[in-house]
């Protein structure tokens, strides 16, 4: 059967419209971002506050055993400090669509509302773009939006120190635009994977959130020195999360085929 575009943004309107019903689920949404964005706010005005502070020299030093006797340790820090948080807000793009997916699948067999939109002549390539775009909309859309206020957050804080912008910068710029939709792909898929195997939407949420971890993990490493981050480091990270997103798509597509949906839980 033909993939035709109108059933699959059918698909994505009516996931889109339960979504602005769901207050608890938009309210999980919003509060991710502002953690994302204002720690990082918070740390980069920490160094930019007391640049002479001589705590900030023993830390710069723990980070680069080489860096120059002139060279600010505070600005040192704040680029540090934008670099590794890169990778923590690469968590964002990933666990928005984890929530909605969830819902979209799981939570749809909990409501008894996804036998009817699987006995429509909807494909399942058409259903797994309709509730993906469903789900990478918003959270691209959070992912720009933090960004941009991240962006003037950072400005304001740092211009004292380095009397001009530091936001955007080439790394968060390509990582935004390029990455972050990456990744989103990348948790929407996963949110699929498992919600077609399991019953309740909490629990797709509960195991789809374990595939946020290494990405955690990455950042504390990076934190703790061990780690260095920069633009090949994260473009590396991209082009692991492409190839397994092209896995978890053909995954999905075969999982959501219609016939074995009702079949499963007929």
Known sequence: MSFRPKRALAVFWKDFLDLRKNVGLLLSMMVLPLVFVLVPIGVVWAY?????DPNLRVIALYYSKDLPLGTSSARFLIDKTLTDWFGMFLVMPVFVPILISSQSVAGEKERRTLEPLLASPVTAAELVAGKSLASLVPAVGISWFAFLVFCIGVDIVA????????????LWTFGVFVLAPLFAFFGNGVAVLISARVSEARTAQQFSAIVVLPLVGLVGGQVAGWLTAGFVYYAVQGAVV?????ILLVAS??????????SRWG
Do not use: C
């Open 48 to 52: 930019a506050v007391r640049p002479d």
């Open 242 to 246: 492409l190839l397994l997103d092209v």
């Open 253 to 262: 597509i075969r999982l959501l085929d219609r016939e074995r949906l009702l």
């Open 159 to 170: 211009w004292p120190l380095v009397k001009g912008p530091l936001m955007p910068n080439t």
